[in-house]
């Protein structure tokens, strides 16, 4: 999805891809017009031609290759989950900051047209103050395409790092908030997983609402959407439309669109020199609220999420 949406920010040229499958990045250079392949990424960010990378890999492998591209003075988009450990967001944070580069996460929600209504109605005061967000993502989900997704040495655990990131992201970011106290319970259903894939969490955020997340890769009908509650009114934010009041709010999915707008705020932060909305810095609390959560799930256990 990246490489279609870079061929429409004016001025921006993909001048390489890297796959250790080298057929793989064979096929992408020849669909997308790209000049140079590589298979090792260290020989891309040895490439002068390259300015900024997206990192599109496997979640074990985000913050080694961030980390490098940063040091090699690159600026770095990097999938979500920014990465699987805290410790590892903090490296990232570090190295770009070091090398003043720009150190993005594609938190690709964040750019889809019914959570930026919603965003917007709620800061305008259109429910009042937020106290509750309730979330929820429910299938029945028995496979994905890419192997490593089920090892959890690599994916982190594909439900709280591959789903988790965009979904934790969604509730703080709808409010602006950061997490203080978490507490998480997951059940390990379907063995193809290799994790847990059902999973509750709790979470109070700082000076904010509370907020619940559920979400199971086990129900035999499909659920997305979340509840946000405030004092003067509730809405129901979903894919495409917001209802709140007698109100319904229509807000069609541009799935092209959204990501075009996503390389386009990495574009922009690092041409004006400023800090994207999904900067590392801002990311790194949906980092902390998946950790608490791990950690929690874990030990059985409430985290102080505040103290990460
Ligand atoms: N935002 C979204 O909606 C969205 C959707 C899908 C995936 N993702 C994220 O994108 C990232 C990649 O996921 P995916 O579904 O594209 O995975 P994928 O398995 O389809 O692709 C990963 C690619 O990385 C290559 N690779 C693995 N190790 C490598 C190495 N050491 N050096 C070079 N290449 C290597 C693999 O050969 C493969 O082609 C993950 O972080 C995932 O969570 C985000």
């Known amino acids: 999805a990246h490489l279609p949406a870079y061929r429409h920010i004016d001025g921006i040229r993909t001048v390489a891809v890297c796959d250790i499958n080298e057929e793989a990045a064979r096929a992408r250079a020849e669909e997308f017009d790209v000049p140079a392949v590589y298979t090792d990424w260290r020989e891309l960010l040895a490439d002068d031609r390259v300015d900024a990378v997206s990192v599109l890999l496997p979640h074990h492998l985000h913050c080694e290759v961030a980390v490098a591209a940063a040091q090699a003075g690159k600026h770095v988009l990097t999938e979500k989950p920014m990465a699987t450990l805290l410790a590892e967001t903090d490296s990232m944070i570090a190295a770009a900051d070091a090398a003043g580069v720009v150190l993005m996460v594609g938190q690709i929600l964040r750019f889809r047209p019914a959570n930026i209504r919603a965003r917007e109605l709620i800061r305008a005061g259109a429910i009042g103050e937020v106290r509750n967000i309730l979330r929820r993502r429910l299938a029945l989900s028995g496979e994905f395409r890419s192997e490593w997704a089920r090892r959890p040495e690599e994916a982190g655990g594909w439900v709280l790092y591959g789903y988790g990131a965009h979904e934790v992201d969604m509730i703080l970011w709808l409010v602006d908030g950061r997490p203080e106290t978490v507490f998480a319970q997951g059940r390990a259903v379907?063995?193809?997983?290799?994790?847990?894939?059902?999973?509750?969490?709790?979470?109070?955020?700082?000076?904010?609402?509370?907020?619940?997340?559920?979400?199971?890769?086990?129900?035999?009908?499909?659920?997305?959407?979340?509840?946000?509650?405030?004092?003067?009114?509730?809405?129901?934010?979903?894919?495409?439309?917001?209802?709140?009041?007698?109100?319904?709010?229509?807000?069609?999915?541009?799935?092209?669109?959204?990501?075009?707008?996503?390389?386009?705020?990495?574009?922009?932060?690092?041409?004006?020199?400023?800090?994207?909305?999904?900067?590392?810095?801002?990311?790194?609390?949906?980092?902390?609220?998946l950790e608490a959560a791990r950690i929690s799930m874990r030990d059985g256990v409430a985290v102080d999420a505040s103290a990460l």
């Not at 809405?235 to 007698?246: A, K, L, P, Q, T």
């Open 190 to 289: 379907n063995p193809y997983w290799n994790d847990m894939d059902d999973i509750t969490m709790q979470l109070s955020l700082v000076d904010g609402p509370m907020a619940t997340y559920e979400h199971s890769l086990n129900t035999p009908f499909g659920a997305w959407e979340c509840m946000v509650i405030g004092t003067e009114g509730a809405m129901m934010v979903e894919s495409e439309r917001i209802r709140f009041g007698d109100r319904v709010v229509e807000e069609p999915l541009d799935s092209p669109a959204s990501w075009r707008a996503q390389v386009g705020e990495f574009v922009r932060a690092i041409r004006e020199g400023v800090e994207p909305g999904p900067s590392g810095r801002n990311v790194r609390h949906t980092m902390v609220a």
